[in-house]
């Protein structure tokens, strides 16, 4: 089939079905190839939920790794009460002291709540509260 200018019409009717039949295999090919990204992406566990707390500690176990915090309020969790927790860093029970204000992260996994992160916000005096042994 010739056009006025003397040109036939079928390769440019060719050439729109060619790249119409191949979509398709680029859409899957675009799937396969970002379908295991994905999913890794998504199939992470759920990030535990944390909570600041501050608070005062009251006592601390250094063979049991694990604090005795009198906590203010932690909204959202829990209200104000002294509480024990562990302690997932030895090395933090070094720097630690009753009395010791801290600021941490309350975190909630399924084996119950733990610190992380703490920070000593003022120094305590140790004053009438020992370290359980």
């Given at each position: 089939?010739?056009?006025d200018?003397?040109?036939?019409?079928e390769?440019?009717?060719?050439g729109?079905?060619w790249r119409?039949?191949l979509?398709p295999?680029?859409?899957l090919?675009?799937?396969?190839?970002?379908?295991?990204?994905?999913?890794a992406?998504?199939?992470?566990k759920?990030e535990?939920?944390?909570y600041h707390l501050?608070?005062?500690?009251s006592e601390?176990d250094r063979s049991?790794?694990?604090?005795l915090v009198?906590?203010?309020d932690?909204?959202?969790y829990?209200?104000a009460m002294?509480?024990?927790y562990?302690?997932?860093?030895?090395?933090?029970?070094?720097?630690?002291?009753?009395?010791?204000q801290?600021s941490?992260?309350?975190v909630?996994g399924?084996?119950?709540?733990?610190?992380?992160?703490?920070?000593?916000?003022k120094?305590?005096?140790?004053?009438?509260?020992k370290?359980a042994s």
């Amino acid at each position: 089939m010739a056009t006025d200018r003397g040109e036939s019409a079928e390769p440019l009717a060719v050439g729109r079905n060619w790249r119409r039949l191949l979509f398709p295999f680029f859409l899957l090919a675009f799937c396969v190839a970002g379908g295991p990204g994905f999913i890794a992406c998504h199939s992470q566990k759920p990030e535990s939920p944390r909570y600041h707390l501050t608070g005062k500690i009251s006592e601390f176990d250094r063979s049991g790794m694990y604090v005795l915090v009198e906590q203010d309020d932690i909204p959202g969790y829990m209200p104000a009460m002294t509480m024990s927790y562990p302690l997932k860093d030895s090395r933090m029970l070094e720097k630690l002291s009753a009395g010791d204000q801290i600021s941490a992260d309350v975190v909630v996994g399924k084996d119950g709540a733990r610190l992380e992160n703490i920070s000593i916000v003022k120094k305590g005096t140790a004053e009438g509260a020992k370290p359980a042994s």
